[in-house]
């Protein structure tokens, strides 16, 4: 029985087309803006300021979106019971919006020799060290505001779920430096990536 072609296994040694892998496909990707690497010099590095400003931004929608939702519920709807959980739900909103910019200063990034080492937190902080080795993917995503404010979130996964690390508020070129370099340096590993 003989395969058609569509069903014909892409192999190399047989004289498959592979050109055909490149036909009616877009032309260009699109590549990194920076060739820029990292030093491995244990200096902690700090997060973009436009971070905690996007971060107020969607705070204050979430707020806005609160308040209408009570009013709507009370005046048209009757219902007087809204106030209570509306009044809750705005004070905390408004309580995280106040303690975002410590926040966003707290955030941080340091290469070391064997690992890089993230800090977060004002009274629960946290610290974690991942070693290079171990690093099994690095991602960069960037969200609608953040990509209006021109910063994005780099994540680093591994194989133990709890040492998963997220490093948002770096600006693009941080952003594709980082990971550039996290990829280079965890090659050498052999281990990792």
Do not use: C
Request: proline residues 5%.
């Amino acid at each position: 029985m003989t395969q058609s072609p569509e069903n014909a296994p892409l192999n190399p040694a047989e004289g498959t087309d592979l050109a055909a892998l490149d036909q009616g496909v877009y032309t260009s990707l699109r590549t990194a803006r920076s060739e820029a690497r990292l030093e491995l010099d244990g200096t902690w590095h700090q997060i973009s300021p436009r971070y905690a400003v996007s971060q107020l931004l969607q705070n204050a929608l979430l707020l806005v979106v609160v308040i209408v939702a009570a009013v709507v519920l009370a005046l048209v709807l009757h219902q007087s019971w809204v106030w209570i959980p509306g009044a809750a739900l705005t004070l905390l909103i408004v309580v995280t919006m106040i303690i975002l910019p410590r926040q966003a200063r707290a955030i941080g990034y340091m290469l070391r020799a064997d690992d890089i080492v993230f800090r977060k937190g004002i009274l629960w902080q946290r610290m974690i060290a991942v070693p290079y080795g171990r690093m099994q993917l690095v991602d960069i995503t960037q969200g609608p505001v953040d990509r209006g404010f021109g910063i994005s979130q780099l994540k680093m996964v591994t194989a133990a779920a709890t040492t998963g690390v997220q490093i948002p508020g770096l600006t693009q070129a941080a952003a594709e430096a980082l990971r550039d370099t996290l990829i280079e340096v965890a090659e050498t590993r052999r281990t990792g990536l």
